[in-house]
């Protein structure tokens, strides 16, 4: 029975062992996979930032539109105030305003061009514009 210990302990000495070389050979393999998988894992983050952005932006042209559409309701000439409604509302300085009117409605179309900065070669990407309309029945003000 006392032999049986000993060969039993010895074994598990040779296994742990061998086991101990293989962890250590694992944790360079790991490395090495996750520099390889680095670049990959901040390229899908950054892609994920610029979409969340262009998605506020939208949303900003959208809230923009409806304020100029609201002052083009109660003004359908004042394209000033039109503008300037769309600008404060939309926070965007450089925006296209076009607005139309069918009979006793009128349409605000806002465009804008968005970029997308390449921080680390000193560039940067114009993406397709963004746009957005609003339709508003014009009210009937004082006249």
Same mark, same amino acid.
């Given at each position: 029975m006392a032999?049986?210990?000993?060969?039993?302990?010895?074994t598990s000495w040779v296994a742990r062992s061998h086991l101990a070389k293989r962890q250590s050979t694992e944790r360079?393999?790991?490395?090495?996979?996750?520099?390889?998988?680095?670049?990959f894992f901040?390229?899908?983050?950054?892609?994920?930032? &610029?979409a969340a952005l262009l998605i506020r932006d939208q949303l900003a042209l959208w809230h923009g539109? &409806?304020?100029?559409a609201y002052a083009a309701s109660?003004?359908?000439t004042n394209h000033d105030a039109i503008r300037q409604a769309v600008v404060s509302e939309s926070g965007?300085?450089?925006v296209t305003v076009v607005t139309t009117q069918n009979d006793r409605y009128i349409t605000v179309q806002v465009t804008t061009a968005r970029t997308i900065p390449l921080l680390l070669l000193n560039q940067s990407i114009r993406l397709f514009p963004?746009?957005?309309?609003?339709?508003?029945?014009?009210?009937d003000v004082g006249g």
């Amino acid at each position: 029975m006392a032999t049986c210990l000993t060969k039993s302990s010895t074994t598990s000495w040779v296994a742990r062992s061998h086991l101990a070389k293989r962890q250590s050979t694992e944790r360079g393999q790991a490395a090495v996979e996750f520099a390889l998988i680095l670049p990959f894992f901040v390229l899908a983050i950054a892609s994920l930032l &610029y979409a969340a952005l262009l998605i506020r932006d939208q949303l900003a042209l959208w809230h923009g539109a &409806y304020a100029g559409a609201y002052a083009a309701s109660l003004e359908p000439t004042n394209h000033d105030a039109i503008r300037q409604a769309v600008v404060s509302e939309s926070g965007f300085s450089s925006v296209t305003v076009v607005t139309t009117q069918n009979d006793r409605y009128i349409t605000v179309q806002v465009t804008t061009a968005r970029t997308i900065p390449l921080l680390l070669l000193n560039q940067s990407i114009r993406l397709f514009p963004l746009h957005a309309d609003v339709t508003m029945h014009v009210q009937d003000v004082g006249g």
